[in-house]
């Protein structure tokens, strides 16, 4: 079989040669600014992101992208959410629903019943405005754990292609509560890693010509 081709599998589309290694979504948001403001916040997190500003175009994102993940946008323009609500439960979709809204939405409230009712993982709404911290926090169970790298990397070599950095941190009297100087620290961007743990490249204490 092809690449990306879908088989029929119990009446439902199967898709093989997708590796899903990151989690996907899928931002159904009428307004374009807000879809391109969530598109940066979720890139950042890991998400590969897809989107629809019209119900009628989440029927082939389901199908094509495989989203873990629905960002439904409550009050947009042209979204409608019982008709978004009505497309996810007819295609059976299994993934998780995460609703924003204005807090004193009637909409909102309406939106959460209904789709668990009719079996939708719903996610705890979101109420506008949100930090990105807070949207992290709900879609943290989607996001990947993978354990933080343990480079093995050469002193040298860091030094010599430029990954260390200086972070100063001020000095204080503890008298007068006034800044009295700053403490240099090494720090290694790696181009790959970002920051590094100092204990994965500070060379041992017997390496003095460092």
Not at 151 to 163: D, K, N, Q, R, S
Not at 186 to 192: A, F, G, L, S, Y
């Given at each position: 079989?092809e690449?990306?081709?879908?088989?029929?599998?119990?009446?439902?589309?199967?898709?093989?040669?997708?590796?899903?290694?990151?989690?996907?979504?899928?931002?159904?948001?009428?307004?374009?600014?807000?879809?391109?403001f969530?598109?940066?916040?979720?890139?950042?997190?890991?998400?590969?992101?897809?989107?629809?500003?019209?119900?009628?175009?989440?029927?082939?994102?389901?199908?094509?992208?495989?989203?873990?993940?629905?960002?439904?946008?409550?009050?947009?323009?042209r979204?409608?959410?019982?008709?978004?609500?009505?497309?996810?439960?007819?295609?059976?979709?299994?993934?998780r629903?995460?609703?924003?809204?204005?807090?004193?939405?009637?909409?909102?409230t309406?939106?959460?019943?209904?789709?668990?009712?009719?079996?939708l993982?719903?996610?705890?709404?979101?109420?506008?405005?949100?930090?990105?911290?807070?949207?992290?926090?709900?879609?943290?169970?989607?996001?990947?754990?993978?354990?933080?790298?343990?480079?093995?990397?050469?002193?040298?070599?860091?030094?010599?292609?430029?990954?260390l950095?200086?972070?100063?941190?001020?000095?204080?009297?503890?008298?007068?509560?006034?800044r009295?100087?700053?403490?240099?620290?090494?720090?290694?961007?790696?181009?790959?890693?970002?920051?590094?743990?100092?204990?994965?490249?500070?060379?041992?204490?017997?390496?003095?010509?460092?």
């Open positions: 079989m690449h990306g081709q879908a088989e029929l599998i119990g009446g439902k589309p199967a898709i093989f040669g997708r590796r899903k290694v990151r989690p996907r979504t899928c931002v159904a948001v009428g307004k374009r600014h807000l879809r391109a969530l598109q940066d916040v979720l890139e950042d997190m890991g998400f590969i992101i897809s989107e629809c500003g019209t119900a009628e175009e989440l029927p082939h994102v389901l199908c094509t992208e495989l989203p873990d993940l629905i960002l439904l946008g409550i009050g947009s323009d979204i409608e959410p019982g008709r978004l609500l009505e497309i996810l439960v007819r295609e059976k979709f299994a993934g629903v995460l609703a924003f809204g204005a807090r004193e939405s009637i909409i909102m309406a939106v959460q019943q209904v789709g668990g009712e009719y079996g993982v719903m996610l705890p709404p979101l109420r506008t405005p949100f930090a990105a911290e807070t949207l992290r926090d709900r879609v943290a169970m989607l996001l990947p754990r993978e354990p933080a790298p343990r480079p093995a990397v050469h002193v040298g070599e860091a030094l010599h292609a430029g990954w950095e200086l972070w100063y941190e001020p000095k204080f009297d503890a008298c007068t509560l006034s009295r100087g700053a403490e240099a620290l090494v720090r290694m961007r790696h181009p790959t890693w970002g920051v590094v743990p100092q204990a994965y490249f500070h060379p041992r204490a017997s390496r003095s010509a460092f």
